[in-house]
Antibody, heavy 128, light 110 residues
Framework: QLQLQESGPGLVKPSETLSLTCTVS??????????WGWIRQPPGKGLEWIGS???????YYYPSLKSRVAISADTSKNQFSLKLSSVTAADTAVYYC????????????????????WGKGSTVTVSS | QTVVTQEPSLTVSPGGTVTLTCASS?????????PNWFQQKPGQPPRALIY???NKHSWTPARFSGSLLGGKAALTLSGVQPEDEAEYYC??????????FGGGTKLTVL
């Protein structure tokens, strides 16, 4: 059974870089047909897509965060990581890692991805 | 910036039927937005329910169904159970990796 586990510091100072790692067990991040993503949820608020990385290591970022985000994959450790720079209090949130599985739309000849497995989440607070 | 809108809250009686919707600021939601639906209970991560408009995961209860309705994505719960009380989120695909969540609907079973 595939499991994802986030890890990293729970407290980050303003203007510094937030770094989180997601360790995947029960499956390989190198398997084709999957992307690996990050989503966050500020306290008492809704979900926000951050971005994802493909099994080949190609990243995709949500436009509003693109200038501050880096997502990468380490196939040797079966992990993928999130780095968010120049953090402020607005970046305080629960950060989730997730697997995206692929489907193929025959009508549109298009491969799409959908989120199916989530980690339990890691709470990150930005404060001095 | 693309905004995805859901009803902030809905109330349903046990055994009843309720439909949650998901609208896009860019126009009608279509199957090419590959709508996803998730359920989140307090203190838990979200759980995937529906993908690509109508498809259920192996763990999705039969009482949940997805559709397109009047230019929106829709999630219908039939025969609502008390344990269905939760926050529900939709997620739309705008091409490439641009995915946008809706603001969520708090469903109360009363």
């Amino acid at each position: 059974q595939l499991q994802l586990q986030e890890s990293g510091p729970g407290l980050v100072k303003p203007s510094e870089t937030l770094s989180l790692t997601c360790t995947v067990s029960g499956g390989s991040i190198s398997s084709s047909g999957y992307n690996w993503g990050w989503i966050r949820q500020p306290p008492g608020k809704g979900l926000e897509w951050i971005g994802s990385v493909s099994y080949s290591g190609s990243p995709y970022y949500y436009p509003s965060l693109k200038s501050r985000v880096a997502i990468s994959a380490d196939t040797s450790k079966n992990q993928f990581s999130l780095k968010l720079s120049s953090v402020t209090a607005a970046d305080t949130a629960v950060y989730y890692c997730a697997r995206l599985s692929s489907g193929y739309d025959l009508r549109e000849s298009y491969s799409y991805y959908y989120v199916d497995v989530w980690g339990k989440g890691s709470t990150v607070t930005v404060s001095s | 910036q693309t905004v995805v809108t859901q009803e902030p809250s809905l109330t349903v009686s046990p055994g009843g039927t309720v439909t949650l919707t998901c609208a896009s600021s860019t126009g009608a939601v279509t199957s090419s937005n590959y709508p996803n639906w998730f359920q989140q209970k307090p203190g838990q991560p979200p759980r995937a329910l529906i993908y690509s408009t109508t498809n259920k995961h192996s763990w999705t209860p039969a009482r949940f169904s997805g559709s397109l309705l009047g230019g929106k994505a829709a999630l219908t719960l039939s025969g609502v159970q008390p344990e269905d009380e939760a926050e529900y989120y939709c997620l739309l695909n705008y091409g490439g990796a641009q995915l946008v969540f809706g603001g969520g609907t708090k469903l109360t079973v009363l």
